[in-house]
């Protein structure tokens, strides 16, 4: 377990980022980048947009080219259709990939973001050099199963559900107040089809890959707060078990939005991913 400390002031820069100016490829995906060297490629949760990566963004763009997507119907970037699957997410990332002639790359999903991550590490053979899985889910249990299916059914009759993420993905605690108010803006501007094209994908991704850790070469870190009650440690630890260099961390006493609010923790963990070679694990 790691145990963050004070995050004041990355909390700070991160409130005080505002909206970060973006690029768009042919295909419609708006991104953010920055720095230079090996590429890393983030990609946020249903909800959110790209800005959720800002205190990733401002650390890792000092060794690495960091580019932050805005998944598909959130930000700026073009919609998927109605229905899409977890498959299709998948291959929107292999589009962007190509769009961006990234050959190689390191990616890093948070939450929706996750389930992308990992299924593009099982199924783009060696071009994922590594998968950081930050709050990702795996194989709900029924009683979480039936919930998230529910949510996914309600939102085409009552819209987004701003207050019940809220609820689940922060405590009480001083350093989730900033991270709080950050997510409740950026889910007041989500678009409403796009969030319930990507909401229904996540209910039903938890098992679309579940089996393919197995074949998944490069270094995978499994990382969540001791707290997430959705996207559980124990997780995390089943999934690393069965990744060939797999490896878990857990932020102790945080919850769903661990990127934001233990910025400093984080930073850290995924410091030490990119660090390891391809060959160690």
Do not use: C
């Not at 590490?121 to 998230?148: C, E, H, M, P, W």
């Not at 989500?190 to 998944?216: H, I, Q």
């Amino acid at each position: 377990m790691l145990t963050a400390g004070s995050i004041s002031g990355a909390a700070a820069a991160t409130s005080a980022a505002g909206d970060l100016p973006r690029k768009k490829t042919a295909g419609g995906t708006a991104y953010h980048e920055a720095g230079s060297g090996e590429p890393l490629v983030l990609i946020h949760g249903v909800g959110m947009r790209l800005e959720a990566w800002a205190p990733q963004i401002a650390f890792l763009s000092t060794g690495h080219r960091v580019i932050a997507v805005d998944m598909p119907g959130h930000g700026e970037s073009a919609k998927l259709p109605a229905g899409s699957r977890l498959e299709e997410f998948v291959a929107w990332f292999g589009r962007f990939l190509d769009e961006m002639a990234i050959d190689r790359v390191n990616v890093a999903g948070h939450s929706m973001g996750a389930l992308v991550s990992g299924g593009a590490a099982a199924t783009f053979d060696r071009r994922i050099s590594r998968v950081a899985y930050l709050n990702g889910v795996y194989r709900r249990d029924r009683q979480a199963k039936a919930a998230v299916l529910a949510r996914a059914a309600a939102i085409p009759v009552t819209g987004v559900d701003k207050e019940g993420p809220l609820a689940r993905w922060f405590g009480d605690d001083p350093d989730s107040v900033v991270a709080r108010e950050l997510t409740r803006k950026w889910l007041n501007l989500v678009d409403p089809e796009g969030y319930a094209v990507a909401y229904a994908a996540f209910a039903g991704g938890d098992e679309t890959y579940a089996d393919r850790w197995k074949d998944v070469a490069g270094p995978a870190l499994f990382l969540t707060g001791s707290d997430d009650p959705n996207s559980t440690p124990l997780m995390a630890e089943q999934m690393a078990a069965l990744a060939p260099k797999g490896w878990v961390r857990i932020v102790e006493g945080h919850r769903h939005m661990v990127n934001l609010t233990a910025p400093d923790i984080v930073n850290s963990l995924l410091a030490e991913w990119l660090s390891f070679g391809e060959d160690e694990r």
